[in-house]
């Protein structure tokens, strides 16, 4: 989800488009230079100024979102302690007014900049990444943008012309104490900023179960783990693909940035197995989109293959550790009790990706204290290290003694084992 700069790179991400309409439709070549800004209306006219050749972007209001409202309430356990939070779901209302120095002009350049944002109503992931990082750059766009992480939130933001009718208006410009200008608005939704303090998390669902409807020509039914249905999925994992319209020959499977071509033998009609440890580089823990596309060559090259692609599942692929190490900084008493602190260093499998979430869950036996560390900024990477297999998580003043230890990515958590009377007896660290 996105971060405290969200609001910011949406508008960033709107002055862009409109920037790149009016220069794709040559417009300056009618009215001459024209600015793009986001400021606010009584800035654009200097005291004493001429009227400028520009199309302003101006945030007048920022409201919650009905929709996300109470979709995830704040929870806490017995304990009172918080386990989960809600995101911040924000929609953004904005006024686009043109401003010109010749008759039609600012008709023109609102003509435009409307276009731009009909054509582009919804904010692709794609068009946020150009427009946050432009090449070349652009001054007016602070680099903290980028890291701002609209791209990445669940729901995509969509520009939306809103009804205003004329009181609304008046009232808007008497505010801003200026002369009007030929506007029109519009609403940005929805923006989820998600909260500094997201809780900590109890043990995990033992028997979850899925089932996905198929959707497309090659369609997927449903994907689980060889072993059994219920399974947990991680890299060690076989996976069972089941649907139609499969073949031996031509399928090749997506999972994230991953793609594979199953083994020979792993695939007929209804049915694909495909070894996740075998695949190099190996899909990357989290909840990953999984599609199967099968190529079909209509003729001899240079002849363009027909491309089916099915139906997209989500695959839950679990990380897993495969080592830890705790180093003791320092140790202390807190109400009579030994506290301590210092770092866990995990080795995780597959290696985690520099802009992913991951989070150390600690839980102490006989349902006691609940415990969550941050991973570092960039999850330790280097700057240009795109992944990295080992993180330490700092702690600070946590009683001490044994804990079950869990790591999450992107909301997957590797998994506990169990001793013959089904309680939780692994991995563990003493802190």
């Known amino acids: 989800m996105s971060d405290g700069y969200a609001i910011a790179a949406v508008s960033a991400v709107i002055r862009r488009t409109i920037l790149e309409a009016l220069s794709a439709a040559q417009v300056s070549d009618v009215t001459g230079n024209i600015q793009v800004t986001a400021i606010p209306p009584d800035r654009v006219i200097p005291p004493n100024g001429a009227e400028p050749t520009q199309v302003n972007i101006f945030l007048h209001q920022v409201t919650r979102n009905a929709a ?33 120095t010749e008759p039609f002009w600012a008709e023109m350049l609102l003509g435009h900049a409307a276009l731009a944002l009909h054509e582009n109503a919804t904010l692709t992931r794609r068009a946020i990444a150009r427009a946050l990082s432009p090449n070349p750059p652009d001054a007016l766009v ?42 029109m608005a519009y609403r940005a939704s929805v923006v989820l900023i998600e909260p500094r303090a997201s809780g900590a998390s109890a043990p995990p669902v033992r028997a979850p179960g899925v ?15 060889a072993s059994g249905a219920n399974e947990p999925i991680t890299r060690a994992s076989t996976i069972v693909l089941s649907g139609q319209g499969f073949s ?38 989290g909840l990953q989109p999984l599609r199967a596309i099968r190529t079909r060559p209509l003729g001899p090259p240079p002849t363009t293959p027909a491309v089916e692609v099915s139906n997209t599942l989500p695959l839950t692929l679990r990380p897993a550790i495969t080592a830890s190490n705790v180093a003791i900084g320092s140790t202390d008493t807190v109400d009579g009790q030994p506290v301590s602190s210092g770092t866990v260093t995990l080795t995780i499998d597959p290696p985690v990706g520099r802009a992913q979430k991951a989070t150390v869950l600690l839980n102490t036996a006989g349902g006691g204290p609940m415990h969550r560390l941050e991973a570092p900024a960039n999850n330790g990477a280097a700057a240009n290290v795109d992944e990295v297999a080992q993180i330490a998580f700092a702690f600070r003043r946590l009683r001490r003694g044994p804990y079950l230890i869990r790591v999450s990515v992107d909301g997957a958590e590797s998994l506990l084992t169990v001793d013959g009377g089904g309680v939780y007896d692994g991995p563990e660290v003493t802190l």
């Open 211 to 225: 089932r996905a409807l198929p959707l497309a020509n090659v369609e997927l039914a449903s994907v689980a783990a």
């Open 142 to 183: 602070p680099p903290a943008l980028r890291d701002s992480g609209i791209e990445a939130q669940i729901e995509l933001v969509k520009i939306l012309p809103k009804a205003v009718d004329s009181e609304e208006m008046s009232r808007l410009w008497a505010a801003i104490q200026r002369q009007y200008r030929p506007t």
């Open 248 to 285: 031996p020959e031509e399928m090749t499977i997506e999972i994230g940035e991953t793609v594979a071509t199953p083994a020979a033998g792993s695939v007929n009609a209804a049915r694909i197995e495909l070894d996740l440890s075998a695949l190099a580089p190996p899909p990357r823990a």
């Open 68 to 100: 996300f409202r109470n979709a995830d309430l704040p929870s806490r356990n017995a304990a009172g302690d918080l386990v989960s939070g809600p995101a911040l779901a924000l929609d953004l209302h904005y006024m686009i007014t043109a401003y010109g």
